[in-house]
């Protein structure tokens, strides 16, 4: 906060009003504040003056487009997780939404504010990495698009310029025969950040890949796309040597830290763990070919 405690606000309720006060020096955005309010508690962080998003609108819409589907980054994660839009067609984002924090949390927090905040453990971002979404970063009436693994810069640092905001997170249409995995492993059963946990979309035939996508949090200092063990299993069969391979694959892709909830290599051993239980689990459940 800043000295004295003293910290502005104003809650803007279009796009026009969001940009100038972006403006302002020392704007921050916030919208339901619950990676940014425990940040300024902690003093972590010293806004000058709170940009309150909640009531704008064009930042909240869920829709769907020929090529995929847009999410506002204002929309809360309660309202996505109730969007049919999102459980129909990308069941991974919706599982992976379900863990994040507790009800209470998914009525407040926000896609872009989990985003934003850049945290190695993002839940929603392996679900999105997988999904092969675009972030659209809006400024002044300009916008920009990238890829989501280039919007990560490191823990807390994103691509986000001076003055720019996250306007959305869109989604390609994604194959109808993806099967999902996640898996979080954690020091309890619920409300707790990852000590790893890994994502997976796998489309088979018989026993053979036909595309696969493999994304892991808690390892490196980004959420990030496993992509050498997605290509070395991508085309072969789920047979047990090629499961070993991509079991010592995610070994080496890996670059977990030791810190106090768990050590580098239980995270790097549990990750890999978790990709060849994923395999297993998906060579298991599809009849092999005649």
């Known amino acids: ?63 769907t487009r020929p090529s995929g589907l847009t999410i506002g980054s204002a929309a809360l994660v309660a309202e996505i997780l109730a969007a049919p839009a999102v459980s129909t067609n990308y069941p991974l984002l919706t599982s992976v939404l379900r863990s994040l924090g507790s009800t209470q949390i998914r009525n407040r927090a926000t896609l872009g504010g989990n985003l934003a905040n850049a945290s190695p453990a993002a839940d929603s971002a392996l679900a999105l990495l997988a999904y092969d979404a675009r972030v659209t970063l809006a400024r002044a009436g300009t916008e920009r698009s990238l890829p989501l693994h280039e919007f990560f810069l490191g ?6 310029r001076p003055g720019e905001y ?95 909830r768990a050590t580098a290599l239980y995270r790097r051993t549990v990750t890999a763990d978790l990709v060849a239980r994923f395999l297993h689990t998906a060579s298991e459940s599809t009849p092999t070919s005649p």
Do not use: C, N, Q
């Open 166 to 260: 996250i306007r959305s997170v869109d989604l390609p249409t994604p194959r109808t025969d993806w099967d999902v995995f996640f898996h979080k492993v954690g020091r309890r059963r619920a409300l707790t950040i990852a000590i790893t946990s890994v994502a997976g979309l796998i489309a088979l035939r018989g026993r053979a890949v036909v595309d696969v996508r493999l994304t892991a949090g808690s390892v490196a200092p980004t959420p990030i796309r496993l992509r050498a063990v997605e290509d070395l299993v991508r085309g072969r069969e789920l047979d047990e040597e090629h499961i070993a391979a991509a079991h010592a694959a995610a070994l080496r892709e890996v670059s977990p830290i030791d810190d106090v």
């Open 1 to 63: 906060m800043r000295e004295g405690g003293h910290v502005d606000y104003v809650r803007v309720g279009s796009l026009a009003e969001l940009g100038d006060a972006l403006d302002r020096d020392g704007a921050t955005l916030i919208a339901g504040g619950t990676d940014l309010m425990v940040k300024m508690r902690a003093g972590s962080v010293h806004p000058r003056l709170l940009v309150d998003i909640s009531r704008v609108d064009a930042l909240r819409e869920i829709s």
């Open 155 to 160: 823990p807390g640092r994103t691509a986000l």
